[in-house]
């Protein structure tokens, strides 16, 4: 999403965000590792639950239980690259975090249902 709003003005954001803030979640039906799920729900539960929540109806920034695996793969490795920010508090958490310990995290997220 950050390539596409790159060039858009704060009102047209806005915009952007409403229209798609009107939308229920839909959590994503896609296959995952069911090896890596209970290493992941640790993880998640150590470093990510205090703003993603323990469950979607907990989360006070976004949702991730039931998002795309692959976006967030790709989202994760643009924050530790540095090619997107991320808040300082996210930084801290993602620092202390190995590939391996993100793929878990990931399949746990694309398991919930």
């Known amino acids: 999403m950050c390539k596409?709003?790159?060039g858009m003005t704060d009102e047209q954001i806005k915009e952007l965000a409403d229209y798609f803030a009107a939308f229920p979640f839909k959590r994503a039906q896609q296959p995952f590792k069911p090896e890596l799920v209970e290493k992941g729900r640790h993880l998640q539960e150590d470093y990510c639950a205090v703003c993603h929540g323990e469950n979607p109806a907990d989360a006070e920034k976004s949702i991730l239980h039931g998002q795309w695996a692959d976006y967030l793969r790709y989202a994760l490795s643009q924050y530790r690259s540095?090619?997107?920010?991320?808040?300082?508090?996210?930084?801290?958490?993602?620092?202390?975090?190995t590939d391996p310990d993100i793929e878990a995290i990931i399949n746990f997220y694309a398991s919930y249902r």
């Open 4 to 6: 596409i709003v790159v």
């Open 82 to 97: 540095g090619h997107r920010k991320q808040p300082p508090s996210m930084r801290r958490q993602t620092e202390k975090l």
